[in-house]
Nanobody, 130 residues
Framework: QVQVVESGGGLVQPGGSLRLSCVAS????????IGWFRQAPGKEREGVSC????????YYEDSVKGRFTISRDNAKNTVYLQMNSLKPEDTAIYYC???????????????????????WGQGTQVTVSS
């Protein structure tokens, strides 16, 4: 099973930027969906952004559109989440997750639901505060 490891979290002031990285180990198949999810205290885990390893199709949750950018570097087996104009409400633990979905890759990316992903990283804390 492919495993993922996140890095790049930290403390940043409102309006600042962070870049998260997610490195996957194992298979190089194209039919993977990779996603970034977050969970704030007392809240459910939610999909922030997802991407298809095959063709780069992306999904963004409404509150991050125009501020966050997901990208992939298949040669490095790495997915990035560039987070700009950060707000206090972006504070959460951010998780990277991956799933092999050869028959429904577009659907998994388009809906970006945590329940569709089966391999998770340990999470990285992002805190936006002055």
């Amino acid at each position: 099973q492919v495993q993922v490891v996140e890095s790049g979290g930290g403390l940043v002031q409102p309006g600042g930027s962070l870049r998260l990285s997610c490195v996957a180990s194992g298979s190089t198949s194209s039919y993977y969906a990779i996603g970034w999810f977050r969970q704030a205290p007392g809240k459910e885990r939610e999909g922030v952004s997802c991407i298809s390893r095959r063709d780069g199709v992306t999904y963004y949750e409404d509150s991050v559109k125009g501020r966050f950018t997901i990208s992939r570097d298949n040669a490095k087996n790495t997915v990035y989440l560039q987070m700009n104009s950060l707000k206090p409400e972006d504070t959460a633990i951010y998780y990277c997750a991956i799933v092999w979905a050869p028959y429904r890759l577009r659907t998994v990316v388009a809906t970006c639901q945590p329940t569709d992903f089966d391999s998770w990283g340990q999470g990285t804390q992002v805190t936006v505060s002055s």
